[in-house]
């Protein structure tokens, strides 16, 4: 998924960092600030316990697929409704389900009715995130996932790997420049392509983890570990607006919404991380809070907190450093209007080894 402040491309950079403070008795990792999940990811795949954690539910979705998902899936309870799947060796069930899925006849439902041409050209606001038949297969299948998951017919790691497939998937035919706080007027070519849902990738390994959907202030004490990696928003751009689509999809509880982009409610869901007056404040209370060995901070030389202010709050708990790399800044879909000398940033990887 294309997300603000996805650290897909500097997860090397992010290893070779990490490996070169930390000892080797590190086992548990700590990825408080999760999003998609690509860093929990890339540690759980070299071995590392994993606790992630996100104040939005989309990202709670995604990472209990990619983070605590661990086994195959069976879909053994699934039969009932498919019985074909019996014949299905097990590590090609998910395609099957999904492909199953993906051939759901279309629905007017939520999606159809509040973001789609179709079911708002005679509403207050026209609305055109998805196409007519994108937002109707969306709803049959977010429909079907639930009544599976109500009778009973898959595991929570199904229902996850499966909301998981939907957010990955759906994403890739928005009507959007990049992020949900705007739609495009006219269709792009690749959002008048029909909906298929492609299962998510599932990594398999023997490690438990485990996956939070709260404030991270609430949720440190729970997170003893060895390496505490923290990835804040950097600035006043909220996700809850920025992915408030992704969030109804994913919980799906016919929300109220409002405005051009029919917004949900999201007041719970504010981070102080993107408040200029309360950033500086949060933070040194995270940082005095943490109960790991180490404490790693990506940042950039943008943000709203100062490499002095990381520094002087990071330096309270034992040895600070930190190590830097240059990098492309998040891109919508078209560059073409913007400032190319100002494209490049410098991200920062600050550390402290807590005393
Ligand atoms: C820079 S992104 C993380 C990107 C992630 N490392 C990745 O590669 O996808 C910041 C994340 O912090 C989350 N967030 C913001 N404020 C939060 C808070 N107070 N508690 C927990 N999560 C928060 C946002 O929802 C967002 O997903």
Known sequence: MNYIGSKLSLLEFLEESINKVVDKNCNIFCDLFAGTGSVGSFFKKKGYKIIANDIQYYSYVLNKHYIENHKELTFSKLIKKIPELKNIDLENRK???CNYLSNLKGKKGFIYKNYCVGGTKNKK???????????????????EIELWNNKELILPDEYYFLLTSLLESIDKYANTASVYGAFLKKLKKIAQNSLILKPANLIINKQEHQVFNEDIKDVLEKSSGDILYLDPPY???QYATNYHLLETIAKYDNPKIYGKTGLREYQSQKSVYCSRSEVKKSFKDLILKARTRYIFLSYNNEGLLTPEDIKEIMSLRGKYSYFTKEYNRFKADSDKNRDHKAKKTIEY????VCE
Request: glycine share 4%; with cysteine; hydrophobic share 30%.
């Open 125 to 143: 606001e026209l609305r055109q995130y998805f196409s007519d038949e994108n937002g109707m297969r969306c709803d049959a299948i977010r429909q």
């Open 95 to 97: 395609d099957y389900v």
């Open 235 to 237: 600035n006043q751009r």
């Open 349 to 352: 990887l600050h550390y402290v």
